[in-house]
Nanobody, 115 residues
Framework: VQLVESGGGLVQPGGSLRLSCAASGFSFSRYDMSWYRQAPGKERALVAAITSAGGSTNYADSVKGRFTISRDNAKNTVYLQMNSLKPEDTAVYYC?????????WGQGTQVTVSS
C-alpha cells in the first residue's frame, strides 16, 4: 500500500497550490479519502474529506470556501485545491485512506505560506 503526496511548496499569502495524492496497492475507489495537516507543535487535524464515490465532502471551518477536495477514481488520485492561502495554513499535509478498520497514511508534503 502506498499513498504518495506531491504539490507542496512555498507560496505567498493569497496564492494557490494543488496537492495530489497517488494511491496504489489497495482498492482506491472503495475508500473514503481525507487530507489532514499538522503544524509545528500542534496535533494533526482534518482538513477535508470525500466519500468513496465522491458524492459527499466536508471541510474544516478554517478552510471552507478556500479549499476543495476532489478525486479521480480512474487515476487512483485525490486532490486538494488550496486557494487564498494564509500563513496559518503552513503545515505538513497528509493524505489518508479509510475503509472500516483499514487506515493508510502518506508520508506528507510540506506547505509553507510566507512572504
Amino acid at each position: 500500500v502506498q499513498l504518495v503526496e506531491s504539490g507542496g511548496g512555498l507560496v505567498q499569502p493569497g496564492g494557490s497550490l494543488r496537492l495530489s495524492c497517488a494511491a496504489s496497492g489497495f482498492s482506491f475507489s472503495r475508500y473514503d479519502m481525507s487530507w489532514y495537516r499538522q503544524a509545528p507543535g500542534k496535533e494533526r487535524a482534518l482538513v477535508a474529506a470525500i466519500t468513496s464515490a465522491g458524492g459527499s465532502t466536508n471541510y474544516a471551518d478554517s478552510v471552507k470556501g478556500r479549499f476543495t477536495i476532489s478525486r479521480d477514481n480512474a487515476k487512483n488520485t485525490v486532490y486538494l485545491q488550496m486557494n487564498s492561502l494564509k500563513p496559518e495554513d503552513t503545515a505538513v499535509y497528509y493524505c489518508n485512506a479509510k475503509r472500516y478498520g483499514y487506515v493508510y497514511w502518506g508520508q506528507g508534503t510540506q506547505v509553507t505560506v510566507s512572504s
